[in-house]
């Protein structure tokens, strides 16, 4: 072993403790080359709600009666006073909770899709998240995510094309393309944690740049100096001060989305955000109007409304959409919850939603299948009428990708009306 492929390898273990530090993968710092000229760009922030979310207490069917007598102890009264449903188009409604939204769908910057799934639900947490993070029917351990499919067949604009702002990557982000995970800015901006990863980026930087008798694939040399550079950006933009707009909620996605609106009006040409957010899995004691569910509403509905706000005069460039990997059964449960479903309910919401309002009739999309027996999935369950694949087709368009085939093998895309 020569001294120069020893010191590459204590430089490597060093980013790694720094890539730790952030929320990053190594991974990222070996990947393929991507242009650095910032330019702006449409971004998509997607927002997974992973545990199962229940769509029919989010997006009310306050006009289905079969909705109030399958759950007597957990259903959102219809419209009319404090603590009901908000009105949405005469049939549905939104969570009191989620409140903080009304205003976005009243100016048609938002819409709701209240019965999207897939024909192959396996009610499993694992397998149902894997597949719409890969949007693979037969996906295996190695597949990659349909995002980083997106990154593979479309050309970058900027130092960093796609992060997620959380502690690990999702697996839709991994792949072939170089994404990156980051817990937050403020750890870029800390001086000690800061002046650390920097002598470690220019040490690597010093070790890619030397002529070696082992030199490193040239695809994994362009790929480490841009991931450098990429983090180098991050690190201006954490220096920089915070110029949002509006106060944020001093949630744990309050803060994320704070970080996303920060990052994109950086101009580092973002295509893609993901925040997550769990703990929908609400087998008991869900609550109505108030409770763990009603919790977590409010804590999505005030950092995507604060998110909007703060992104007014770019929501032309962004797409918000709310994914979960599947919803609950209709009826309740015998612990006032609700057991492993079908279909659930997406949001989406930005500049796109706007434009496209002519085009459809109101602020729901898709059909509506209905809750007596003979309706529901397996007698138990909202069927779904939208596939979740049609909504990631429009979002590649909207990123300007026309290869959804190629991302999304083997399905036939159906619009939805989201453009």
Same mark, same amino acid.
């Given at each position: 072993m020569n001294s120069m492929n020893f010191s590459r390898r204590s430089l490597l273990q060093g980013a790694g403790a720094s890539a730790a530090l952030l929320g990053m993968p190594l991974r990222a710092l070996a990947l393929e080359d991507q242009p650095l000229a910032a330019t702006r760009k449409p971004t998509v922030i997607l927002v997974f709600l992973r545990g199962g979310m229940?769509?029919?207490?989010?997006i009310v069917p306050h006009g289905e009666p079969e909705y109030y007598r399958l759950r007597p102890g957990i259903s959102i009264p219809r419209p009319g006073g404090e603590g009901t449903a908000l009105d949405l188009d005469g049939f549905f409604g939104l969570h009191p909770a989620a409140a903080s939204l009304a205003p976005l769908f009243a100016q048609d910057l938002a819409v709701a899709l209240p019965a999207v799934g897939h024909a192959g639900n396996s009610r499993s947490h694992f397998k149902e998240q894997d597949l719409y993070e890969t949007a693979l029917v037969d996906s295996g351990v190695l597949a990659s995510?349909?995002?980083?499919?997106?990154?593979?067949?479309?050309?970058?604009?900027?130092?960093?094309?796609?992060?997620?702002?959380g502690d690990t990557l999702p697996r839709s982000l991994r792949g072939e393309a170089s994404a990156l995970a980051l817990r937050s800015l403020d750890e870029l901006s800390?001086?000690?944690?800061? #002046?650390?990863?920097?002598? /470690?980026?220019?040490?690597? %930087?010093?070790?890619?740049?030397?002529?070696?008798s082992e030199p490193i694939p040239a695809a994994l040399n362009r790929g480490g100096r841009t991931s450098l550079e990429a983090l180098e950006h991050l690190q201006g933009v954490?220096?920089?001060?915070?110029?949002?707009k509006v106060e944020f909620p001093s949630t744990d996605l309050g803060r994320r989305a704070r970080e996303a609106s920060r990052l994109i009006r950086a101009d580092l040409g973002l295509e893609v955000i993901e925040l997550d957010l769990g703990g929908w899995d609400t087998h008991q004691n869900?609550?109505?109007?108030?409770?763990?569910y009603a919790n977590r509403l409010r804590q999505v509905a005030e950092a995507l409304s604060a998110l909007v706000l703060d992104l007014e005069d770019?929501?032309? #460039?962004?797409?918000?959409? /709310?994914?979960?990997?599947? %919803?609950?059964?209709?009826?309740?449960?015998?612990t006032n919850g609700t057991d492993h479903g079908w279909a659930s309910c997406a949001l989406a919401m930005g500049g796109p939603v706007l434009k496209s309002r002519a085009r459809r009739a109101g602020p729901i999309l898709g059909?509506?299948?209905?809750?007596t027996g003979e309706q529901l999935n397996q007698g138990r369950d909202l069927p779904h009428t939208t596939d979740f694949r049609d909504i990631y087709g429009e979002l590649l368009t909207f990123?300007?990708?026309?290869?959804?085939?190629?991302?999304?093998?083997?399905?036939?895309?159906?619009?939805?009306?989201?453009?």
């Amino acid at each position: 072993m020569n001294s120069m492929n020893f010191s590459r390898r204590s430089l490597l273990q060093g980013a790694g403790a720094s890539a730790a530090l952030l929320g990053m993968p190594l991974r990222a710092l070996a990947l393929e080359d991507q242009p650095l000229a910032a330019t702006r760009k449409p971004t998509v922030i997607l927002v997974f709600l992973r545990g199962g979310m229940d769509g029919l207490n989010l997006i009310v069917p306050h006009g289905e009666p079969e909705y109030y007598r399958l759950r007597p102890g957990i259903s959102i009264p219809r419209p009319g006073g404090e603590g009901t449903a908000l009105d949405l188009d005469g049939f549905f409604g939104l969570h009191p909770a989620a409140a903080s939204l009304a205003p976005l769908f009243a100016q048609d910057l938002a819409v709701a899709l209240p019965a999207v799934g897939h024909a192959g639900n396996s009610r499993s947490h694992f397998k149902e998240q894997d597949l719409y993070e890969t949007a693979l029917v037969d996906s295996g351990v190695l597949a990659s995510g349909w995002l980083n499919r997106h990154l593979v067949t479309s050309t970058g604009r900027g130092p960093v094309r796609a992060l997620a702002l959380g502690d690990t990557l999702p697996r839709s982000l991994r792949g072939e393309a170089s994404a990156l995970a980051l817990r937050s800015l403020d750890e870029l901006s800390f001086d000690g944690a800061a #002046d650390s990863i920097g002598r /470690t980026l220019k040490a690597l %930087g010093e070790a890619y740049s030397k002529d070696e008798s082992e030199p490193i694939p040239a695809a994994l040399n362009r790929g480490g100096r841009t991931s450098l550079e990429a983090l180098e950006h991050l690190q201006g933009v954490a220096r920089q001060p915070n110029d949002s707009k509006v106060e944020f909620p001093s949630t744990d996605l309050g803060r994320r989305a704070r970080e996303a609106s920060r990052l994109i009006r950086a101009d580092l040409g973002l295509e893609v955000i993901e925040l997550d957010l769990g703990g929908w899995d609400t087998h008991q004691n869900q609550g109505r109007v108030t409770g763990p569910y009603a919790n977590r509403l409010r804590q999505v509905a005030e950092a995507l409304s604060a998110l909007v706000l703060d992104l007014e005069d770019r929501l032309d #460039d962004v797409m918000i959409l /709310t994914v979960t990997e599947f %919803g609950r059964t209709v009826a309740q449960n015998g612990t006032n919850g609700t057991d492993h479903g079908w279909a659930s309910c997406a949001l989406a919401m930005g500049g796109p939603v706007l434009k496209s309002r002519a085009r459809r009739a109101g602020p729901i999309l898709g059909s509506w299948p209905g809750l007596t027996g003979e309706q529901l999935n397996q007698g138990r369950d909202l069927p779904h009428t939208t596939d979740f694949r049609d909504i990631y087709g429009e979002l590649l368009t909207f990123l300007g990708n026309e290869q959804a085939n190629e991302i999304v093998p083997g399905h036939q895309f159906k619009p939805v009306n989201l453009l």
